[in-house]
């Protein structure tokens, strides 16, 4: 008889920390773990994300690693690094920025220093997004230069 007292204590007690649980942390044993966002389709490496490929739904599972995308506009207009299966998380490792300067396109070259701005035709040799150092060659003068990548496509030549 005293051993099933004993149980019925341990029984009291997980039951009164489960209540004292809910009384402290509200909602938290019925709060959703958030959104997640999956592909309706397979996207393949080097694929432009659209919205109508994506679909938000709601995270289930408790053991699901951080770093996914939560929002489709997190994810619209990005560039997939590597397969995305549907019904998968996107990490959001496996995102990239499209690029604003292609290898071998023509972009403009822009050096400034003080009030004296000079310009030049010019050729990225590397693909490069905003803000990326890039290297590029002068077509005038056929030196290479490095630089920052513009919003606009131009790349900002530094002094050395």
Do not use: C, W
């Amino acid at each position: 008889m005293m051993f099933r007292r004993a149980r019925n204590i341990v029984a009291l007690t997980a039951l009164a920390s489960v209540a004292i649980a809910g009384i402290f942390m509200p909602g938290a044993a019925s709060a959703g773990m958030g959104y997640a966002v999956v592909p309706t389709a397979i996207i393949y490496p080097g694929e432009t994300i659209s919205g109508g490929q994506l679909q938000e739904v709601e995270v289930t599972n408790p053991n699901l690693a951080s770093g996914y995308a939560k929002s489709i506009d997190e994810v619209s207009g990005m560039i997939s690094k590597r397969t995305l299966l549907p019904g998968r998380t996107i990490p959001v490792s496996a995102l990239r920025e499209p690029y604003t300067v292609t290898r071998g396109s023509q972009i403009r070259l822009i050096f400034r220093i003080g009030a004296m701005t000079i310009s030049a035709a010019g050729s990225p040799l590397e693909d490069g997004s905003t803000g990326q150092v890039v290297r590029a060659r002068n077509m005038d003068s056929g030196v290479i230069v490095s630089g920052t990548v513009l919003a606009d496509g131009t790349i900002h030549v530094a002094a050395k």
